[in-house]
């Protein structure tokens, strides 16, 4: 059995996930709620819990501001979240698990039995710890992703990513120690986390981290050796964008 | 740009069109000149061609009278340019000066009013000019222009068949030509003889036809041409020709010296005219065939035919005729030498030509007196004629500069025009740009206000129908469906009208309603919540671009009320003001500033642009649609800053 609490404001909120959760997680138990992250702050202290089903808009603070308050963190965090670009995007890095409102009780399940079977392997990877730091970072470079691999997850800070290669429906990351991780995400979703964390996708299939840039290389394509030696295409609408960020 | 172009070409046309008036004062003042020139008119009461027909006939009778009229008329025919009177002018000093045998003057104011007559096309006053030009022309014997008008005359008869009077200058055409070119002369003479049916004309050709045989040293046919003229004219009892035919023979046989048959013509003659009674042509003939038998020194022979004449000199009047009679009579004496008789001759002769002098003289004086006048007005005549060529130079000379001003002033026009049309061009261009640069302008902020129209907040949305989930948990079906019907209509609602720039204010204040219901059952335990509409608003007048006030609710309950302890007030009131309705959405949350210190780093990442975007839309409003909507927030409390008071001014 698995101790959770709820913080979220919204007092119709509340109720909604404590009837789900009493009705389609019979694994979980719900310890008590709060609604704001002060009170939130307390309970978990208090209860010790096993799962956080934590609201990310919220009066005084928001989900984010608890995980950044905490100094420990052995729970995991399932966000519930109505609308929020900017905070998927930081939930996605991470691997973190998040329920969009109207809750679905189907992704709800689901995301109790990914953390219970978790637990029940007893996996020492945490994304919510991973979270968590990348809040508390100030670089972008130290934040960390996460790579989930068919037998788990590799977590590599952002700045030793070289490059990420799209091959299909896959991407291939290529990290700074000569690894590369294949991944069954679309090179998009890798744009839309990283396009902000400096790099740049300069070619249909290639997404570059540009401090790793060694050389350009002019030509009807573009080309840039990276600091892996390998080559990355440069086409020529993103030329301009690469320009930029050198001058 | 183009304020400073249109003020350079309007100084340009300005400038422009004061050249213009000047030229065209410069025009009106060359006009005057004209007019001052022709103001010397004077009225006829008489018209100008009786005026000339009078002179014509008093101009015996009183020849300066004559003239001065002509002189008039002419001087106000030239300064009414009245042509026509001009040339009958001319006619008519032509007649008065060939009246006086000034044939040559005579014939330069005749071919002058030909002239006009010609460029009038005046036809009908052609035919006696040529005349008259003729006639001077043969009293001076100036054969060329004897042949050029006779030959127009003969034309014009010729023309209207009228054979007798063309056959009348076609003789005079043969006589002219008799000293220049017999052939041509021949010519016309045996035409006259053809054509005419006229005795006296065919006697007259015969008699230029045995001219043109004399000529050509044919005596012979000279001779019986002659006499033929000869006998016809006797027969016909027509004296002057049968004279001249006499005449010529007795020439011819001169030239032939055959004194015999000259003194038998001569005596043909004297017998033919003292039979007719002819006393003065006798008395003539006699004298000649005196002188012939005086020649050949049968004295005898010739003291009998004078002395047979002794009676016929007493008749006759003519001087000259006596004269030689006398004469002859004095020399045949003085050769007998019979000198006291020659000296009674004498006697007899000089008072024959006293009396020859004395007449001459007579027709001397009145000739020269007449003549002096009508050389005045002739000369007078000339100065107005050089007077006028000058005027005329002057005139063409002004016409040339008033042409030159006119092409000037057309040019000055030309590029006034031009300029005027090129500045009309540009300010017409320059609107269309404007225009499309507006509507340009316009389309881009209406895209803009697109964008910036507010949408709901997805968290609403979908905190909304999460809220829906409560229900259907707790199996409320009622109020599950309530809510739904409820959140349904409001979505529907804003879908419907967030696509227009305005909408009903009593649209906007549904809307308003429904979000505030489903916030409130959202957050039920922060807050109350009135509404007020004023009863005396006309809702239909007012018109509110969709969603404006929603955002300021949103931010009184997300930012106000949520952070305050205990329930807050939130109150949305509308009120009828002189001129303008007033929205007042006033609540007792936190006040801003508190509001803004409470936010997290993390909480400032989710950006919140709806007021921002509310300031950007009425910005754009006004500049588009020229609609001021006026905002005011403040704080509720302003000692303690507490809540927020938003206050719009709908016009």
Not at chain 1, 114 to 126: A, R, T, Y
Not at chain 2, 312 to 326: A, G, M, P, R, S
Not at chain 2, 502 to 509: C, G, Q
């Amino acid at each position: 059995m698995l101790k959770s609490v709820i913080i979220e404001d919204e007092e119709v909120s509340r109720n909604i996930l404590t009837n789900y959760l009493t009705k389609y997680c019979p694994e979980v138990s719900n310890e008590g709620e709060a609604s704001n992250i002060n009170d939130g702050k307390k309970l978990i202290s208090n209860i010790k819990p096993d799962i956080v089903f934590l609201d990310i808009e919220m009066p005084f603070g928001n989900g984010f501001d608890l995980l950044d308050q905490l100094d420990t963190i052995d729970f995991e965090v399932v966000f519930i979240t109505a609308y929020s670009h900017y905070a998927i995007k930081a939930i996605n890095l991470s691997a973190s698990y998040y329920i969009l409102k109207p809750i679905d009780i189907d992704e709800l399940i689901n995301a109790v039995q990914k953390i219970v079977k978790n637990k029940q392997e007893e996996e020492s990877f945490s994304s919510t710890k991973i979270l968590a730091e990348n809040i508390k970072s100030i670089s972008d470079k130290n934040k960390k992703i996460v790579l989930p691999q068919l037998d788990g997850f590799k977590v590599a800070q952002i700045g030793n990513i070289i490059r990420v290669e799209a091959s299909d429906n896959y991407s291939i990351v290529y990290l700074n120690d000569g690894k590369k991780y294949v991944l069954s995400k679309t090179l998009k979703y890798f744009d839309e986390l990283l396009s902000e964390l400096g790099f740049l996708r300069s070619h249909k299939s290639h997404l570059i981290n540009l401090d790793h840039i060694v050389q350009y290389k002019k030509g009807k394509m573009g080309q840039v050796i990276m600091s892996d030696e390998s080559l990355a295409l440069v086409s020529s609408s993103a030329k301009k964008e690469l320009m930029k960020y050198f001058t | 740009m183009i304020i400073r172009t249109t003020y350079i070409l309007l100084i340009f046309l300005l400038s422009n069109s004061v050249g213009f008036s000047q030229s065209y004062a410069n025009k009106k003042s060359s006009n005057n000149i004209f007019k001052s020139k022709s103001k010397t008119k004077k009225k006829a009461p008489l018209s100008t061609q009786e005026k000339i027909n009078y002179a014509r006939t008093i101009f015996n009778d009183s020849t300066s009278k004559a003239i001065e009229i002509i002189e008039d008329v002419l001087y106000e025919s030239v300064n009414r340019k009245n042509k026509l009177d001009e040339a009958s002018c001319y006619e008519t000093l032509g007649l008065f000066n060939a009246k006086l045998n000034n044939h040559d003057i005579a014939i330069y104011n005749y071919e002058k009013a030909l002239d006009i007559f010609q460029k009038k096309k005046k036809t009908g006053k052609l035919i006696n000019n040529w005349k008259a030009i003729s006639k001077s022309a043969q009293a001076i014997k100036r054969n060329t222009l004897i042949i050029k008008y006779e030959t127009l005359i003969f034309d014009y008869y010729a023309n209207r068949k009228s054979i007798e009077k063309s056959c009348q200058s076609k003789l005079t055409i043969g006589n002219a030509y008799l000293a220049s070119n017999l052939s041509e002369s021949e010519k016309a003479f045996n035409y006259v003889i053809q054509q005419s049916s006229s005795e006296d004309l065919k006697i007259k050709a015969q008699i230029g036809l045995g001219k043109v045989a004399q000529k050509r040293k044919q005596f012979k046919k000279a001779e019986s041409l002659f006499q033929s003229a000869n006998g016809t004219a006797e027969k016909n009892e027509n004296d002057p020709l049968a004279n001249e035919s006499f005449n010529e023979l007795s020439n011819l046989y001169q030239e032939q010296n055959i004194q015999t048959n000259n003194i038998q013509v001569q005596q043909q003659a004297y017998d033919y005219n003292y039979n007719r009674g002819n006393s003065s042509s006798a008395v003539q003939y006699s004298s000649q065939i005196a002188n012939s038998y005086i020649e050949q020194n049968r004295t005898q022979e010739a003291m009998e035919v004078l002395e047979n004449s002794t009676e016929l000199v007493e008749q006759t009047n003519d001087f000259e005729i006596k004269k030689e009679f006398y004469k002859t009579l004095n020399t045949l004496y003085e050769k007998q030498g019979n000198k006291e008789k020659a000296e009674e001759i004498k006697t007899e002769y000089s008072a024959v030509l006293d009396s020859i002098k004395k007449e001459k003289e007579e027709k001397l004086l009145a000739l020269q007196s007449k003549n002096e006048l009508l050389s005045n007005a002739q000369n007078r005549v000339l100065i107005l004629e050089k007077d006028r060529e000058l005027n005329e130079k002057e005139i063409l000379l002004l016409r040339k500069e008033q042409d030159i001003q006119l092409g000037v002033i057309q040019t000055q026009r030309m590029i006034t025009w031009s300029l005027a049309i090129g500045f009309f061009i540009i300010l017409i261009l320059s609107f269309f740009i404007y225009k499309n640069n507006r509507e340009k302008q316009i389309s881009n902020q209406l895209l803009v206000l697109k964008s910036l129209r507010n949408q709901m907040n997805p968290h609403f949305i979908f905190n909304s129908l999460n809220s829906v989930n409560s229900f259907i948990a707790q199996q409320d079906e009622r109020s599950a469906n309530k809510y739904l019907s409820e959140f349904s209509k409001l979505m529907r609602e804003v879908l419907e009208y967030s696509q227009e720039d305005f909408i009903p204010l009593a649209k906007e204040i549904e809307i308003l309603e429904l979000y505030l219901n489903l916030e409130h059952y959202r957050f039920k335990n922060e807050f109350e919540f009135s509404f007020n509409i004023d009863k005396s608003i006309n809702l239909d007048d007012y018109q509110i671009p969709p969603m404006l006030l929603q955002p300021f609710i949103e931010n009184a309950i997300w930012h106000g009320l949520r952070y305050k302890k205990g329930k807050g007030k939130l109150s949305v009131n509308f009120t009828q003001e002189k001129d303008h309705v007033a929205i007042l959405i006033e609540d007792d949350g936190i006040g801003r500033e508190k509001s803004k210190a409470f936010k997290t780093m993390n909480q400032k990442k989710m950006k919140s642009t709806g007021i921002k975007n509310i300031e950007s839309r009425l910005e754009i409003i006004k500049n588009v649609f020229k609609k001021t909507l006026a905002i005011s927030i403040e704080d509720a409390n302003k000692t303690t800053k507490e809540g927020t008071k938003v206050l719009v001014k709908l016009h």
